[in-house]
Nanobody
């Protein structure tokens, strides 16, 4: 499984960004997809995850602001990020769980700053 993420960038506080992550290879074996993030000096943390059936889970710090969605036909997962805060600044990584193995995308930088 290969994951290609895109959509990061620089945005002002209160702004929005949408991340995308397209899976290829043995994408048929993927059951769970999600987004993690890692800020400088901090551990990587789960942001949101979604099953193939569309059940989503969110970290408390993004509930009500971020929305994860998935297009199974395109093997693509999205993360709509609204009301962004400076503390959301991090490298965001796409993740896929296929059978018992985790796969990671290359990471995309999100910077929230005025």
């Amino acid at each position: 499984v290969q994951l290609q993420a895109s959509g990061g960038g620089l945005v002002q506080p209160g702004g929005s960004l949408k991340l995308s992550c397209a899976a290829s290879g043995s994408a048929f074996s993927i059951n769970l997809m999600g987004w993690y993030r890692q800020a400088p000096g901090k551990q990587r943390e789960l942001v949101a995850a979604i099953t193939g059936g569309g059940t989503a889970n969110y970290a408390d710090f993004v509930k009500g602001r971020f929305t994860i969605s998935r297009d199974n036909a395109k093997n693509t997962v999205y993360l709509q990020m609204n009301s962004l805060k400076p503390e959301d600044t991090a490298v965001y990584y796409c993740n896929a769980l296929a059978t018992t193995r985790h796969y990671w995308g290359q990471g995309t930088q999100v910077t929230v700053s005025s």
